[in-house]
């Protein structure tokens, strides 16, 4: 029989994106064109904003999120309101170490956020959810891997310049009613010792002065070609968690999200981030199966070998941009059933 404090266990969350509606963007992949323009954009976005909290209600997703329905890259949908960025001029880069290929806007002047980025889907979410709010943003690290520097010329620099910047539209959100702020760093997986030194005081930047929850993503990266067949490259156990997380366990970030199904992450690395709470990755981002209620239990209960059942959150590996629509609509429906299976099972 469930009690009060079973039933708190296991809540659910995503990792941020989820697929756009084929009338918004061009849908099935990154970068994905939009649809309309202007107005009749804006007025898009923000119904898709509100189908995609609707779609993790109903499936019983206890943290939601907007979906990063305004946004066309994870990324580059924050760059888009920061001054000192030439768009016109793009750079072919290798980033995440050269993983992949593509073309990034150049920073060519001093860095200044034009206004709010995010005011108008994190004012429309909290609107029209009871549920907690999570707000996605790119880490600091991540940025700088993703654009071109001809100005700062030092990447903990230019962090540092974004950081400010996060920090001006983290102290908004807050205000907005957002309950978590997650930064997204897929970069804390490819530069390992500077992830465990600037990367993370680039994040203590990035919140300071603000008393929501805050979150740090690291993953393995969408479940793209190119990511894939890198980590089909990393051996039969993936232990870069292992070089940053002691320093991530004393960091003031409160949540660390990674991905665990299907992936080579021993399990015992979570006693390595003793005292924070882990999003626990049990939704695969890189296959169209559908997960059971008994898979995603299964990692769960590992997971509770590791790290107190209080501390642990059933999330998605990472974002769901790239995938069909209805594939990620029947993988939110498991999450909630293998987090309702597992407190029924382990406690």
């Not at 957002?178 to 919140?207: C, K, S, T």
Request: aromatic content about 6%; hydrophobic content about 45%; glycine content about 8%.
């Amino acid at each position: 029989m469930a009690t009060a404090e079973t039933a708190s266990l296991f809540p659910t969350t995503i990792a941020g994106s989820l697929p756009k509606p084929a009338w918004l963007a061009v849908p099935n992949k990154l970068w994905a064109p939009w649809r309309l323009e202007g107005e009749e954009l804006a007025a898009a976005k923000d119904d898709a904003t509100l189908l995609a909290l609707k779609l993790q209600e109903d499936a019983g997703i206890d943290i939601v999120g907007d979906g990063e329905q305004s946004r066309q890259h994870f990324v580059h949908g924050f760059l888009e309101a920061v001054d000192g960025i030439d768009f016109n001029r793009r750079v072919e880069m290798g980033i995440r170490n050269d993983r992949y290929k593509a073309m990034c806007p150049t920073v060519v002047g001093p860095l200044r956020l034009r206004a709010r980025v995010h005011a108008r889907e994190a004012r429309l979410a909290r609107a029209h959810t009871k549920r907690k709010l999570k707000f996605t943003l790119p880490g600091p690290m991540t940025i700088v891997d993703t654009i071109a520097d001809a100005h700062y010329g030092d990447r903990v620099k230019l962090a540092m310049a974004f950081a400010a910047l996060l920090n001006e539209e983290v102290r908004g959100l807050a205000a907005d009613g957002v309950d978590v702020i997650q930064f997204d760093e897929p970069a804390f997986n490819v530069y390992m010792e500077d992830a465990a030194g600037w990367g993370i005081d680039a994040l203590h930047r990035a919140i300071e002065g603000v008393h929501c929850t805050s979150a740090v993503h690291i993953c393995y990266g969408y479940g793209i070609p190119a990511n894939i067949e890198w980590k089909a490259t990393l051996g039969n156990e993936w232990r870069q968690y292992e070089k940053f997380f002691p320093a991530l366990a004393k960091s003031r970030i409160d949540q660390v999200s990674l991905e665990c199904i299907n992936s080579h992450v021993p399990m015992s690395v979570l006693k390595l981030l003793d005292g924070k709470d882990v999003l626990v990755g049990v939704i695969d981002v890189a296959t169209d199966k559908i997960e059971t209620p008994e898979e995603i239990a299964a990692v769960i209960g590992n997971a509770a070998k590791h790290i107190p059942a209080q501390k642990i959150i059933a999330c998605t590996n990472c974002g769901m941009a790239p995938m069909r629509r209805e594939i990620a609509a029947l993988k939110l429906e498991a999450l909630g059933r293998g987090a309702a299976l597992a407190r029924k099972t382990f406690y």
